[in-house]
């Protein structure tokens, strides 16, 4: 039967109380909200998406719900929205009936964006800039929504739930992480299938992954300004479409690819955490395109400035800023995070810039709207929640200050390890602290030792190995005349910027990359991994390359140290196996119940008290316990002790007393190579610029 079958037929009022297109077996029901629209059009186009078919006013409208049933109307056909109203934008309205619409709940996308002309609402060659409408249209330019199969998205799904304790992200990009990798098939690579290939599971579970953090792969597009350099958004933080999978990742199965990743991640035992933008859209500013939410409401949409609507609030930094405040806006990004997890089996979202979906009128509050709606959620109950806790608005930075079910990137941790290492003044204290779970940032009622995710590197800025190789930002490749990226990087270079071949400089950096690692591993708290920075993965020193999609970005997998993944796969092992490195309560030296010993101590090499106030600080050791409410059977015996020497000399350090076990050096960032050596000695020797883990093992001496 042609998809069109019955389009003549009487548009039926149809049903408000499901937005979006969706077929029942008999017909297919529409439903968009406009507040502002005095009417809101569907169109149908031809298979090919080149041609209008029908333009046919929604029957009715509900509240501000507009809908529409067409009997018969089957999956695969093309269509959009046109939206009739005022186009005045120093009103806040900007309508424009010759723009073609996608449907913000379309689950599929056909067709390519563009940056053409007619895209945009207003006269891009008028001297009145937006205020002028565009009376082309936009609809050869722009892609079109897809009714979709009912059978293609079944809310069947189930979520793994992995305890957060247990938690180590690997934080990834489809395309980067899987374009160069010779495990992989050439049909998969830079697909959601290549993410699940094989190869990957394999390298993933040697080193311990628990769940992999993608970066956006929600429906996305570039900016103009980027097209005009010969670039494109890579990292995909620009989304336009909040239900519909990217389809520049699509392999063979296509929009299935994503739902049979999921499936085989969690076969391996990994979750599946989407790194999602409910913070802006990719309409940009007064001056951007009309394709969704401008042309559909733009005053009900987005965030007007205050006595100046025609202009956004740009708490995001990219020209909009989307008013999940309102009850419509809220009620599709809860629908959207819903269908992320009931239909396509995520376990967990990072949000971006999470401070601007906390904002009320008031500013920024732990209690407002959208995360009181995402918190008493029964479907998103379990589920991880992690915030970016800034935006660049008033009073954007709120690291610690979200509700207890999230967790939060750790930045002042990530500084404080560059920083300890690189051997600044004072950063001794603050790596005491980071390396307990930073408490006096997140330590609140109901919050756990989780709620840090630390990290080295994230995809925002130096790899792990730039850090070592770098001390200025290399950013040109950008187009932005190298002021992009941040310029507090906390790096060293160790005498030669970039590359080198001098042996003790390349010996340095590697033992410095070691450094990194495991002190993020032994942390409390929830560690996270740059995917690449397991064998040293250079981006030539561009910390901003959110526009390089090459080899600038994408890993190198025949270029990494295997040594370095070795070590990486060792460490993350040890964190497993050792309890006390992943409690849920934080540490503060209380004695236990169970046996009278402080659940964890801190000390000099000699066995003294450590001088916090030193300025100079460089060397420090740790005991753990842990805390005897947390841990049960065998675990209760465990017993760690990470010691750190920044200094430029070997240390002597005197190895507490064992008891009837024996230390052994487990962790050792001095050597390339791990293997577990017994300590027979109470005295032992830390060798300059090195952090040692030991354990206790065995029943006697």
């Known amino acids: 039967m042609n998809c069109h079958t019955a389009v003549d037929a009487l548009f039926e009022p149809g049903r408000p109380t499901r937005l979006g297109a969706h077929f029942d077996g008999g017909g ?5 909200f406009s507040q502002h629209a005095t009417q809101v059009y569907l169109c149908l186009f031809s298979p090919d998406g080149k041609r209008e078919e029908r333009r046919l006013p929604l029957p009715e409208r509900t509240g501000d719900i507009w809908h529409g049933y067409l009997p018969g109307l089957r999956p695969g056909t093309l269509y959009g929205y046109r939206a009739d109203g005022p186009y005045a934008p120093d009103h806040g309205h900007r309508f424009n009936l010759h723009k073609l619409l996608l449907d913000p709940y379309t689950r599929e996308l056909r067709g390519g964006f563009t940056n053409h002309p007619t895209t945009y609402g207003y006269r891009t060659d008028a001297a009145e800039a937006d205020l002028i409408i565009n009376p082309c249209d936009s609809a050869a330019h722009v892609p079109k929504s897809v009714v979709s199969n009912p059978d293609q998205f079944r809310p069947d799904a189930q979520n793994l739930q992995r ?43 040697r080193l311990g992954v628990t769940a992999v953090e993608l970066l956006p792969v929600q429906a996305l597009k570039s900016e103009g300004g980027l097209a005009q350099r010969g670039l494109v958004n890579y990292w995909g933080y620009n989304t336009i479409g909040f239900f519909a999978p990217e389809p520049r990742y699509f392999g063979p199965m296509g929009v299935q690819g994503f739902r049979a990743m999921v499936s085989r991640f969690h076969s ?7 790194d999602v933008v409910y913070n802006h859209t990719a ?32 708490d995001t ?19 959207s995070l819903r269908f992320w997890v009931e239909v396509m089996g995520v ?40 915030a970016e806790p800034w935006d660049i608005g008033p009073g954007g930075y709120q690291l610690g200050q979200f509700p207890p079910e999230f967790a939060e990137w750790n930045d002042t941790g990530r500084d404080t390890y560059r920083r300890f290492w690189r051997g600044d003044q004072e950063s001794a204290q603050a790596l005491g602290s980071a390396l307990l779970g930073s408490s006096s940032v997140f330590e609140r009622p109901g919050r756990r030792t989780w709620a840090a995710i630390n990290y080295a590197a994230s995809h925002d800025g130096y790899t792990l190995a730039d850090l070592t190789c770098y001390e200025r930002r290399h950013n040109h490749a950008n187009g932005e005349n190298n002021r992009d990226g941040h310029k507090a990087n906390f790096s060293e270079n160790f005498g030669v910027e970039g590359a080198t071949d001098d042996p003790v400089i390349t010996a340095s950096r590697q033992q410095r990359q070691r450094n990194l690692l495991a002190t993020v591993f032994l942390s409390q708290g929830t560690p996270m991994l740059l995917a690449g920075d397991e064998g040293g993965q250079s981006q030539q020193g561009n910390n901003n390359a959110y526009c390089q999609d090459n080899e600038t970005s994408w890993i190198d997998w025949e270029a990494l140290d295997p ?21 849920s309560q934080y540490l503060h030296g209380a004695a236990r119940a169970s046996d009278g010993q402080r659940d964890v101590e801190w000390r000099d090499f000699d066995g003294s008290t450590l001088d916090w106030h030193d300025p100079d600080l460089s060397g420090l050791c740790l005991h753990l316990r842990g805390c005897a409410e947390c841990l049960k059977g065998d675990a209760l015996r465990d017993e760690v002790l990470i010691a750190i020497n920044r200094s430029s000399e070997d240390r002597v350090l005197d190895l507490p007393n064992p008891g009837a076990r024996v230390w052994t050096r487990a962790i050792d960032t001095n050597r390339a190579h791990q293997g577990s050596k017994r300590e027979t000695a109470r005295e032992t020797t830390l060798k300059a610029h090195t952090l040692v883990a030991f354990c206790l093992t065995g029943d006697e001496a």
């Open 283 to 314: 309409e940009g500013d007064h001056l951007g395109q009309t394709l969704c939410f401008r042309g559909l409401d733009n005053a009900a949409y987005y965030r007007l400035q205050d006595g100046d609507p025609r202009h956004y609030v740009n």
């Open 268 to 274: 391996a035992g990994i979750e599946v955490i989407l």
């Open 317 to 335: 930094g990219c020209g909009n800023t989307l008013d999940v405040s309102h009850p419509f806006v809220l009620r599709m990004v809860m629908d």
């Open 563 to 583: 040594d370095m993944i070795a070590f990486t796969a060792a460490l993350t092992r040890f964190r497993h196996d050792h309890p006390v490195l992943r409690q």
């Open 347 to 386: 376990d967990g979202f990072r949000f971006d810039l999470a401070t601007t979906l906390g904002r009320e009128a008031h500013g920024f509050d732990p209690n407002g709207g959208f995360l009181d709606a995402l918190r008493q959620d029964p479907v998103l109950a379990g589920v991880k929640l992690i």
């Open 163 to 205: 305890p957060w304790e247990e938690t180590q992200i690997y934080e990834a990009h489809v395309k980067g992480t899987t374009i160069r990798h010779p495990g992989i098939h050439p049909s998969l690579r830079g697909t959601f299938e290549g993410m699940a290939a094989p190869a990957m599971l394999d390298h993933l579970t």
């Open 28 to 32: 297919t029901n529409f439903a968009v």
